[in-house]
């Protein structure tokens, strides 16, 4: 059976029949993204991997999904396309001492946003009395292609699956999540000025 990709078309007010902007009859799968379907694919699995975590989702779809990037994350790690770098990191699960939860309690509550207190956590540098969680820990697999970087998580036990040898992989080490936004998003902003020059010489 052919898997086809359904997008919303979308609409205005006088109804997509009467838009000029808009075409009734778009395929499935757009030729321009025929010509790099790999950027395409990653593209697409980074958006939903990011959706999925936000919203109210019925559990057949998260399942499917989950699914299909187990399988894309399992090709790109055991034969991974020409041009393509993957590169494995684990990534401890540490349960926070009551410090760093009080820490993180006082500076969401200092803080006029709606942001929970795993949020400020993420702020927190760890200390000495958090613990690890062994079987909540994960991979993180980064995807270089074409100067982009694209992350995702792996479940522990999947990679083992791939036959990976956890004893030699890096460990991540941890960086407040504004900074490392910063450092990750930084080459992405300057690209969006770069295309925003393009655009105004058409």
């Known amino acids: 059976m052919e898997n086809k990709i359904q997008d919303h078309k979308p609409t205005d007010s006088r109804g997509p029949e009467n ?63 020409v041009g ?23 500076a969401m509550r200092s803080q006029p946003d709606s942001h929970n207190v795993e949020h400020y956590l993420e702020m927190i540098p760890p200390c000495g009395n958090d613990y690890e969680v062994a079987e909540r820990s994960t991979l993180e697999m980064e995807v270089n292609y074409l100067g982009r970087m694209f992350c995702f998580h792996i479940p522990v036990p999947l990679a083992l699956d791939w036959g990976v040898d956890m004893s030699v992989l890096e460990r991540k080490k941890f960086i407040p999540s504004r900074e490392f936004n910063h450092m990750r998003f930084a080459p992405v902003f300057d690209e969006i000025r770069v295309l925003l020059g393009l655009l105004k010489e058409c």
């Open 84 to 106: 393509v770098e993957v590169k494995l990191k684990f990534v401890p699960y540490l349960q926070r001492c009551s410090r760093c939860k009080d820490q993180a309690g006082n």
């Open 19 to 81: 838009s000029p902007h808009v075409s009734t009859e778009r395929p499935a799968v757009q030729d321009d993204f025929l010509r790099d379907p790999l950027l395409r694919l990653t593209a697409i699995v980074d958006q939903c991997n990011h959706a999925v975590k936000q919203g109210e989702w019925f559990e057949s779809d998260l399942d499917t999904f989950y699914g299909l990037k187990d399988v894309f994350m399992g090709k790109l790690y055991r034969n991974p396309p």
